[in-house]
């Protein structure tokens, strides 16, 4: 037997006291975990392995947060002295992802979906701005807040894992200096909320009729229109943009009544962290799929270009980024 699927196999026995019938190693997605499914004769658990101690005790300890606000997580079950091996609830196979594709007729989302669209941007808003309020910030382990800092790894990210390999070229002082215009544009808005980082239709399980969020563990401080961008722009979603709008709407309908937000500012901050969010997920298309080879990031590329190509078409912003658009326009 393989030494981690043995290790999750027997911690699994150990702390349920059950026989493990079956194990199965299920597919990685772009980061280093790795998931076994263990059933035993009462249902089933999914063993993970991680080997950043940091990130898995970021995992946990958001997770017994999240779970005492009532935040729709799956439980933590056990946990290996090594901090590398946890088992947590398993909540089946199907994402919203899953389910929109499978679902979708044409270029159309059924009621159905977008339902569960609604209900997770609900989700959200309440772990924003009320789970999140008192999380301790030291469980962010790579970054505290989503500061200027943070924003121009991102920018960077693409700029060397896909602007640089698919660019004829462009001027890198111009461009570090759109970067940091945008940057310091950005860091203005409120940020004192749980930014999940990652928050798309590929993490969040239907469960129970109900949307659940996996793979927060990367969260921080940030502004809230960020986690909204990245679920309603996710590249191989392919939103109808009547649809997005239709989101957005009721998100800032939701949130409203839980906090103060300036909605005009929020709006026309919006553009800006489209432009960060869209350049990020294009370095990692780039790092994940043209560089590590894995299929289904590079199949996404041109579903993130048309996002970039959509925004050039339709997005203004308060200063001028020239290199960036220049060099954007090129990509598209």
């Known amino acids: 037997?393989?030494?981690l699927i043995r290790n999750l196999y027997l911690l699994a026995e150990s702390s349920l006291g059950?026989?493990?019938?079956?194990c199965k190693a299920l597919s990685q997605g772009g980061s280093k975990r790795q998931y076994v499914r263990l059933k035993h004769a009462g249902g089933s658990v999914l063993g993970v392995y991680n080997p950043n101690p940091l990130e898995n005790h970021a995992y946990i300890g958001m997770t017994?947060?999240?779970?005492?606000?009532?935040?729709?997580?799956?439980?933590?079950?056990?946990?290996?002295?090594?901090?590398?091996?946890?088992?947590?609830?398993?909540?089946?196979?199907?994402?919203l992802l899953n389910l929109l594709e499978a679902k979708r007729v044409g270029d159309k989302a059924p009621s159905e979906i977008i339902n569960y669209y609604k209900q997770a941007l609900e989700q959200l808003a309440y772990l924003q701005i009320n789970a999140g309020a008192d999380?301790?910030?030291?469980?962010?382990?790579e970054r505290k807040r989503f500061d200027k800092q943070s924003m121009l790894w991102d920018l960077n990210y693409f700029k060397y894992y896909f602007l640089r390999i698919k660019s004829t070229g462009y001027n890198e002082q111009a461009l570090e200096d759109d970067f940091h215009r945008l940057a310091d544009y950005l860091v203005e808005a409120a940020s004192d909320f749980f930014m999940f980082r990652d928050f798309q239709a590929r993490n969040i399980m239907i469960h129970e009729g109900r949307p659940w969020f996996i793979d927060f563990q990367g969260g921080r401080r940030g502004a809230l229109p960020y986690d909204v961008i990245s679920l309603l722009y996710q590249a191989k979603a392919n939103l109808p943009h009547s649809v997005r709008e239709e989101l957005l709407e009721h998100y800032l309908l939701v949130a409203s009544q839980l906090t103060s937000i300036d909605t005009a500012?929020?709006?026309?901050?919006?553009?800006?962290?489209?432009l960060i969010r869209?350049?990020?997920?294009?370095?990692?298309?780039?790092?994940?799929?043209?560089?590590?080879g894995k299929a289904h990031f590079v199949e996404s590329?041109?579903?993130?270009?048309?996002?970039?190509?959509w925004w050039l078409e339709t997005a203004k912003?308060?200063?001028?980024?020239?290199?960036?658009?220049?060099?954007?326009?090129?990509l598209v």
């Open 135 to 141: 999380l301790d910030d030291g469980l962010c382990w």
């Open 278 to 292: 869209f350049l990020q997920v294009l370095g990692a298309y780039g790092f994940r799929g043209l560089i590590e």
């Open 64 to 95: 017994a947060h999240f779970l005492t606000h009532e935040v729709p997580v799956p439980k933590i079950i056990a946990t290996a002295a090594d901090g590398l091996h946890y088992l947590v609830e398993d909540l089946g196979d199907t994402t």
């Open 301 to 309: 590329i041109p579903f993130a270009l048309n996002n970039l190509k």
């Open 317 to 330: 912003l308060p200063m001028e980024l020239p290199e960036l658009r220049r060099a954007v326009k090129e």
């Open 265 to 274: 500012d929020f709006r026309s901050r919006y553009a800006g962290f489209q």
């Open 18 to 22: 059950v026989e493990v019938l079956e």
């Open 1 to 3: 037997m393989d030494p």
